[in-house]
């Protein structure tokens, strides 16, 4: 193994910190997005479900090819962006889109079951105790369907931390601003860095062990 | 003093029951399915009738000619639910104290006790417990109290005996009747208990597949 000091740190302080905004956005747009979906039905529920699940099962180089249509340079939105100076394709946002995108369905997934499993005569009973639907939500749906909404939040940072094939087509490879771990790992295998790449190897692994490993024992204690 | 009238069209059967009962207990008897259950969510503002009218208290609550449905959160009607559905995360306290809370009774101001109310309910002792600590009796007078701390219009009862042995339930049944006797407000509750029914009942409506079978006033009131 390198010595830690002589490591080049940046693909691991990148990957923390995307893996970090990304869990961040999908719990914030995810939460409520299927908090409505567990409870409303409406015309097209089923398709726009089908939709939000499709980047977990799609190759992450069809997702990739996806976005690279949205915000590349010619893309849908990147066009628009281009026009006011912005461009994301091969920096870090992407690799924070990338990420977010592939790792939305599990928070998804995990939030609905989540909040199907709370008996609805708990809300209705909150309902005729006078308390706002608002109220409702942070007191009684969101504390019952947490320790799914955390299995939720675990999957989607795990998956955020290893995404590789979509990051790798929009935000590239680029030492020091775009590279994560995963990236890092496969160029160094390729150029022969073996121990580089083992130390990668090690450090992702422990890490992701004990961030789930922590959680579990956490999630354990909280269930009534 | 309660009044409605309601419609609502069920996948199996149409719903349509009329009912008026002063400060008494009303019990809505008959066999699961009927349609008892979806009476009272209708009266509570939970689930959306079809036609009709709901007045309390000459207030209405919901009338499809006048196009108003007030939410449950505004009715000012207890509803004891069958399984209690007490909040499983919160203790004995934090149950009861939830609907002191909201915005609507601390506009209102006047307060019970809540303490009081759990003593007088010979569960006071258990206030710092979770439900899942607590047998199906005390459950149920959780539930009560939980219901009446917010001082209501009207109190919904959905069999509130179903999970509770004899003896437990003979019991919590003249507590019931006395507590009515004391907060003279009108009780409307729903069994398949015909024994349950003539205890308590002042009235008694028979309900079959979601039709009015039978009125009757209860003479040989215990």
Known sequence: ?224 | MLEASLTKKLWHFTLKVELQVDNQILVLLGPSGCGKTTTLTLLAGLFKPDDGYIKLNNQTLYSSAGKINKPPQSRDIGYLFQNCALFPHMTVRQNVFYGLKSKRYRQAGSALDPVELLDSFGVGHLIDRYPSQLSGGEKQRVALARALIVQPKLLLLDEPFSALDRKTKTGLRQELKRLHQQWQIPFVLVTHDEEDARFLGDAIVTIENGQVRKHSLNVVSA
């Open chain 1, 1 to 224: 193994m390198v010595f830690f000091s002589e490591m080049d740190w940046h693909p691991v302080i990148l990957s923390v910190r995307v893996a970090i905004i990304a869990t961040i956005i999908v719990t914030c747009l995810g939460v409520p997005l299927t908090r409505f979906m567990a409870r409303k039905e409406f015309y097209g529920k089923d398709f726009l479900e089908a939709a939000i699940t499709l980047p977990m099962v799609l190759p992450p180089s069809v997702v990739g090819y996806g976005l690279l249509m949205l915000i590349g340079k010619n893309g849908l939105f990147g066009r628009i962006l281009a026009d006011m100076g912005v461009t994301l394709v091969f920096t870090w946002y992407a690799a924070v889109i990338a990420a977010t995108v592939v790792a939305f369905p599990l928070m998804y997934q995990s939030a609905k079951a989540a909040f199907m499993s709370v008996d609805l005569d708990f809300e209705k009973a909150a309902r005729t105790l006078g308390a706002s639907e608002v109220r409702i939500f942070f007191t009684v749906t969101l504390p019952l369907a947490w320790p799914g909404i955390l299995a939720g939040l675990v999957l989607t940072f795990a998956r955020a931390l290893g995404e590789f094939g979509a990051t790798l087509m929009v935000a590239g490879n680029i030492p020091g601003l775009t590279q994560t771990i995963p990236t890092a790992i496969y160029f160094a295998v390729e150029s022969g860095k073996d121990v580089l790449a083992r130390t990668l190897v090690v450090i992702i692994t422990v890490f992701s062990f004990c961030v789930i490993f922590w959680v579990n024992r956490w999630a354990k204690k909280q269930n009534y």
